[in-house]
């Protein structure tokens, strides 16, 4: 992963940001509380990191 941190501050931003496949080199850091609803329609294959503002954190390293 880049050392570079994406700024998610929408749900829309993160769609987005998961859509185009930057989480799959960058991680992402979303300005809202965990909303399991959005992370259950996308499909994560690769290395991601996903953090939340409420401390939550959805992630995958291989």
Known sequence: ???????????????????????KKYPIYCQFPHCQSILDKHQYDEEFDIEFNDGYRHQNEK
Do not use: C, P, R, V
């Open 1 to 23: 992963m880049e050392d570079k941190t994406l700024i998610a501050d929408t749900h829309s931003i993160l769609d987005a940001f998961i859509e185009n496949g930057l989480h």
